[in-house]
C-alpha cells in the first residue's frame, strides 16, 4: 500500500520478488535506500553487496548504475 507496487517482506528486510531479483536465490535479503542506495547479503554463497551513488537516482529500484553492477556479480559468482 505504500509503495504502491507488490512487494516481499521478511523480519523487516526486503526479499527478491519477481519485479526485483537479487542474490543468487529467495534465501537472499536487504533493502533499498534513499536514492537508488542498496545493500543485501546472500546467504547461500556468503556475499554482501552495497551501493551508496553519490549523486540521487529517481528509481524505487533497479536504477540503471545499480542495476549494471549487481548483474555483472551476479555474473561473477555463475
Known amino acids: ?3 504502491h507496487t507488490d512487494t516481499l517482506f521478511s523480519s523487516g528486510y526486503m526479499k527478491p ?23 543485501y547479503a546472500d546467504p547461500d554463497v556468503g556475499v554482501g553487496f552495497a551501493y551508496a551513488p553519490n549523486r540521487l537516482g529517481f528509481y524505487m529500484w533497479n536504477d540503471p548504475r545499480e542495476k549494471a553492477l549487481r548483474e555483472a556479480l551476479d555474473r561473477c559468482l555463475g
Open 17 to 39: 520478488f519477481p519485479s526485483f531479483r537479487f542474490g543468487t536465490s529467495d534465501k537472499a535479503f536487504g533493502t533499498p535506500g534513499l536514492g537508488v542506495s542498496l545493500g
Open 1 to 3: 500500500m505504500v509503495l
